[in-house]
């Protein structure tokens, strides 16, 4: 896995990075318009990631709009000690967990990891739709940490701070998350 | 001739991370905003901010447990009137299922790495694993006697670990470089 991260992060293009600083300045000082030109740039990195830790539609646009709300309102304390993107994803990451956490707490049912019927784009090239039903078939804690360390290029202890386990828990987690994947897409084991 | 199948990781690595919504959330987005803040969603903003503090808690505590070995107080340990330092709120690990069950295939990889080796590392390891797992039941039987004992906890789940990254070391030492985490 640490390749993978390794050549995720090479890969990573930073010109949204660059166009946004300026966007990010002067949405702290309020201007909306400004807000929303970086929810043009960001918001499918968000949707993305939400609607892998989801596996729901509907929910993952929820989550993605809660993340920009609570974005908004706390850019002031955002003080560029990481990429924007990143801080962005750890709003979306708590907010699909506080949004699980209070959908048990208020119906005592959990989210079901359903199939992912229409979640690639379109218009991307040879979309994975097996290996997205298969991820979004995982046990909610194997899926939480495959698409984080395994689709978004956390190190094990940035998964394990973002979802709050034990880095331990992350690497098991995504132990099992590999063999589960591995029999359901018919590879190889190693 | 049929191409090789890709593996896990050259799969996961194609995967596009950004997928735009399917419809605009901007218009939600600028009405939330528009509208008092604070008032709107309260239940949302109020999990939010517990998740907040939980994963902040669970990470301190995270850090001082590996930091020392002896992980940081608890809220119902520091009610103690000694204030020990004790186990974290990690080790209820143990009970739960779904970490029994990532434990258990972690576990099972190991056996299966470690008869692969050659004797003498194989002979090594076991010695170590055999180590860890003494001090472990020696903790065990130890806290039957004085249950609750907070330094008795801490080296309970001391060792817990210990056969834990024991495991996970073999495992992924033992695998292709590109797989190792």
Redesign the interface.
Known sequence: MGTVQSLRRFAEVDDDEVDAAPLIAAAGAGDKRSFERLYGLFAPRVFGLCLRLTGQRETAEDCTQECFVLAWRSLRQFEHRSRFSTWLQQIAVRTVLARRRGLRVRHEVAEPATGLPDIADPGAEAPPLDLERAIAALPEGARDVLVLVGVYGYSHSEAAQALGVAEGTCKAQLHRARGLLTSALGLEHT | MNEP?P???E?????????????N??T???S??ERR?RRI?M???A??V???C??GG??LA?IHG?ATRAPGADTRIAQTPNRVPNRGP?FD?PRNP??Q???A??ES?FKERLALLDPKTRAKIEASLAVIQQAHEDMRQALEAQPSNPVLEGLLESTW?DE??LY?DV?RNT???????
């Open positions: 199948k593996s896990l990781d799969l996961l690595a194609r995967m596009p991370r950004d997928i735009p919504p399917s419809r959330l901007w939600d987005i600028s939330d905003i803040p969603g239940w949302a903003m999990a939010s517990a998740a907040i939980l994963t669970l990470t995270i590996a990690n690990e779904a970490y069950a990532a434990r295939e972690l990889s670990q834990f990254d996970d495992v695998q292709p470089a590109m797989l190792r985490s």
